[in-house]
């Protein structure tokens, strides 16, 4: 998701649910992104949650998960 970022505007946060018995750390997840598809695109930061908020849809709800970070900005990038 897109996260405030002071110099830019915005960076990328991954939001990661991890499956049961399984383990990573912040910086094997943002290693493998950068290997697999640059630099560019990887996240910054990594936080880890134990489930992922859904709409009534069933669609991932990034905008749920987007408002908590962009409380009391001036705007929404």
Known sequence: IGVPHEKWGEEVK???????????TAEELIKFVKDKKGGL???KSVEFW???PLTNLGKIDK??????YWKGKDRLV
């Open 41 to 43: 695109v990887a996240p």
């Open 50 to 52: 134990k489930e992922i």
């Open 14 to 24: 991954a939001i990661v649910v991890l499956y049961e018995g399984k383990a990573a």
């Open 63 to 68: 905008k749920n998960m987007r408002a908590a």
